[in-house]
């Protein structure tokens, strides 16, 4: 199973996006669903999480984004609104389950000011 995110791209400051992880194929076992993000020169950084009964967001994103799931489509969202120079960063998804984690690809999120 591989995951594919996307929907990362060019938007202007206040602007919003959506980006989607899907999986390949069904995944058995999971325990969270995550988005992290990695900015030019820092080191990688939780934003938000998933599991069977709560989401959480780092403080930095708290209420402007929104992890969402599509058990249909196999498919974890972030929709990301407000958002700030501050959020340009490679975002990456993760799918955490009780044999392994997987992780997407990364999709780039630029945020002009």
């Known amino acids: 199973v591989q995951l594919q995110a996307s929907g990362g791209g060019l938007v202007q400051a206040g602007g919003s996006l959506r980006l989607s992880c899907a999986a390949s194929?069904?995944?058995?076992?999971?325990?969270?669903m995550r988005w992290y993000r990695q900015a030019p020169g820092k080191e990688r950084e939780w934003v938000a999480i998933?599991?069977?009964?709560?989401?959480n967001y780092a403080d930095s994103v708290k209420g402007r984004f929104t992890i969402s799931r599509d058990r249909a489509k196999k498919t974890v969202y972030l929709l990301m609104n407000s958002l700030e120079p501050e959020d340009t960063a490679v975002y990456y998804c993760?799918?955490?389950?009780?044999?392994?984690?997987?992780w997407g690809q990364g999709t780039l999120v630029t945020v002009s000011s």
């Open positions: 993760n799918v955490d389950t009780v044999y392994r984690g997987y």
């Open positions: 194929g069904s995944i058995a076992g999971i325990k969270a």
């Open positions: 998933m599991t069977s009964g709560t989401v």
